[in-house]
């Protein structure tokens, strides 16, 4: 079955991008939608955002002005980048697949996660 | 963007229990919600999608139901391994939001 990855820097610091991968594995990134979670630590979850694997993607409009997800469907991977982070998006990343099928619509499967800190 | 509220946002209860968890939206959302289970470290899970349809592989002890605001995840019979954190998460509109959590510890 599909299985997804994270994989990046645990430890950011004040000011600069964070920037993390999600490969797919077991199976192809094309035709879905890909996703990108986070949960600051002892805290709820928080959708940053998805890509298709066209390229067409859809953000959080509360982070919208920091995130860019991309795509490279020839390395079955996809990317986040946060710019401009502070103590505030310290948090376990997750990525996900998110299937759409009209009504139907949910995460499944979710990566490990990776916790990322922006300290200095 | 829409609000999703969860209640409780703690329960104690016992092996074999039966309990019931509330997640009420901001606005109606038909049935475009879905229902994760976390256990800590791990990443969450899907159980329940479109209100009230059981993900392959999940327990027939969980259910979903309600629309428009009103939602409820129910666990027929508590297992041990049941006690975790869940979250409601619709998928009506964007942002995709996600209620606050409720923890489900052993009493």
């Known amino acids: 079955q599909v299985q997804l990855q994270e994989s990046g820097p645990g430890l950011v610091k004040p000011s600069e991008t964070l920037s993390l991968t999600c490969t797919v594995s077991?199976?192809?990134?094309?035709?879905?939608?890909w996703s990108w979670i986070r949960q600051p630590p002892g805290k709820g979850l928080e959708w940053i955002g998805y890509?298709?694997?066209?390229?067409?993607?859809d953000y959080n409009p509360s982070l919208k002005s920091r995130v860019t997800i991309s795509v490279d469907t020839s390395k079955n991977q996809f990317s986040l980048k946060l710019s401009s982070v502070t103590a505030a998006d310290t948090a376990v990343y997750y990525c996900?697949?998110?299937?759409?099928?009209?009504?139907?619509?949910?995460?499944?499967?979710w990566g490990q996660g990776t916790l990322v800190t922006v300290s200095s | 963007d829409i609000q999703m509220t969860q209640s409780p946002s703690s329960l104690s209860a016992s092996v074999g229990d039966r309990v019931a968890i509330t997640c009420r939206a901001s606005?109606?959302?038909?049935?475009?919600l879905n229902w994760y289970q976390q256990k800590p470290g791990k990443a969450p899970k899907l159980l329940i999608y479109?209100?009230?349809s059981l993900q392959s592989g999940v327990p027939s002890r969980f259910s979903g139901s309600g629309s428009g605001t009103d939602f409820t995840l129910t666990i027929s019979s508590l297992q041990p391994e049941d006690f975790a954190i869940y979250y409601c998460?619709?998928?009506?509109?964007?942002?995709?939001?996600f209620g606050q959590g409720t923890r489900l510890e052993i009493k």
């Open positions: 996900a697949r998110w299937w759409d099928y009209g009504d139907r619509k949910w995460f499944d499967p």
């Open positions: 077991g199976g192809s990134i094309s035709s879905y939608y």
């Open positions: 890509i298709y694997d066209t390229g067409s993607t």
């Open positions: 606005q109606s959302i038909s049935t475009y």
């Open positions: 479109a209100a009230s």
């Open positions: 998460q619709q998928s009506y509109s964007i942002p995709r939001t």
